[in-house]
Antibody
Framework: EVQLAQSGAEVRKPGESLTISCQGS????????IAWLRQTPERGLEWMGN????????RYSPSFRGRVTFSADKSISTAYLQWSSLQASDTAMYYC??????????????WGQGTLVTVSS | AIQMTQSPSSLSVSVGDRVTITCRAS??????LSWLQQKPGKAPKLLIY???TLQSGVPSRFSGSGSGTAFTLTISSLQPEDVATYYC????????FGQGTKVEI
């Protein structure tokens, strides 16, 4: 069974750093890109970007480039989302999702359970 | 950036009703569209991809249609467990979600 297990909820102060994780199981982790997505009541669901676990290649949404960093450790089937300096506006639920491509059709077929990040002084 | 506009933003229906949700793209996106369902407190779940292909395990009362700029998600006979927010998602150029349609009974 394909599963993406995300790390637990985090509370940080503005300016602090943070890394959250997404561990895949039940499939060959290096065969699929992992997407990171943000959800807030104000802006809804937003695609942040993708990381390819096999070589750590990355694609960033223009809205998030320079604000976050994606990485992956294929030896432990885990992808990461990192902030170097959090802002209150980073308060959100963050999801990872597996990107699958079949006959040029793409979709996010499996999702992690979400990691709630709260940034407050 | 491609904008996705869903309508309606919410609807209240009865069990057994036929439900139709529309998603319009700001430019043609072929059939590069999926539909997701999100129940309260849960992660989104893929229902349909490629505009009309039902994801494995999804009940056949869900169907999708459309191409280009106009797309539709239909629930043929709403069940209590279908109470959720539904999102369209385009992958023609990067990825953009619609704002969601909340379905209540």
């Amino acid at each position: 069974e394909v599963q993406l297990a995300q790390s637990g909820a985090e509370v940080r102060k503005p300016g602090e750093s943070l890394t959250i994780s997404c561990q895949g199981s039940g499939y060959t982790f290096t065969n699929n890109w992992i997407a990171w997505l943000r959800q807030t009541p104000e802006r809804g669901l937003e695609w942040m970007g993708n990381v390819y676990p096999d070589d750590s290649d990355t694609r960033y949404s223009p809205s998030f480039r320079g604000r976050v960093t994606f990485s992956a450790d294929k030896s432990i089937s885990t992808a990461y989302l990192q902030w170097s300096s959090l802002q209150a506006s980073d308060t959100a639920m963050y999801y990872c999702a597996r990107r699958t491509v079949v006959a040029l059709i793409e979709y996010f077929d499996y999702w992690g359970q979400g990691t709630l990040v709260t940034v407050s002084s | 950036a491609i904008q996705m506009t869903q309508s309606p933003s919410s609807l209240s229906v009865s069990v057994g009703d036929r439900v139709t949700i529309t998603c319009r793209a700001s430019q043609a996106i072929r059939n590069d569209l999926s539909w997701l369902q999100q129940k309260p407190g849960k992660a989104p779940k893929l229902l349909i991809y490629g505009a009309s292909t039902l994801q494995s395990g999804v009940p056949s009362r869900f169907s999708g249609s459309g191409s280009g700029t106009a797309f539709t998600l239909t629930i043929s006979s709403l069940q209590p467990e279908d109470v959720a927010t539904y999102y369209c998602l385009q992958d023609y150029n990067l990825w953009t979600f619609g704002q969601g349609t909340k379905v209540e009974i």
